[in-house]
């Protein structure tokens, strides 16, 4: 029965290894850095954001803390395209993720990726201020310039 165990835990060691990860980064009490999933029956604004070959339109967004925003995403590209919202450094950890698994799927309420021609709804509310980045995170998107920035004040 050893060598069953053994086996079984060998091979749930490499699921673990190959299974895509849902999102970015292991979100503790304090959740995400840049904020907190909206309410899509509250009021917010809404701010529409192109995603195209190597960049988003707009690349600079400031809103209020505490501002609740309707991100409505329409994949204008030829190429599937991503939107996660976190800090730079989160982005970057994740970039090297996405590298090594590039059809990853995301399941977090910060992030979409899209098909082109395709729109997708994102609600966030900032609850926190400072800088916050929105990137695609497919292989070389981000390194080609495909980031937008949000400050919060």
């Known amino acids: 029965m050893k060598t069953g165990s053994a086996i079984g835990a ?14 970015h980064e292991q979100h503790g009490p304090s959740g995400y850095s840049a904020g907190e999933p909206g309410d899509a029956k509250q009021p917010s604004r809404t701010i529409e954001v192109l995603l195209s ?20 995403l329409r994949n204008t590209g030829k190429e599937d395209h991503e939107f996660l919202l976190a800090t730079k450094a989160e982005n970057l950890k994740h970039a090297a993720v996405m590298k090594k ?3 990853m799927e995301h399941d977090e309420p910060n992030g979409v990726r899209l098909a082109p021609n395709k729109t997708a709804e994102l609600v966030w509310r900032f609850t926190k201020a400072g800088t916050f980045e929105y990137s695609c995170l497919i292989p070389d998107h981000r390194t080609y310039g495909m980031t937008g920035h949000v400050t919060v004040k």
């Open 10 to 23: 060998a091979a749930a060691a490499a699921l673990m290894l190959i299974a895509p990860t849902h999102g």
């Open 53 to 72: 070959e190597m960049e988003f339109a707009p690349a600079r967004i400031e809103v209020k803390r505490g501002e609740q925003i309707r991100f409505v």
């Open 101 to 103: 698994h590039p059809h």
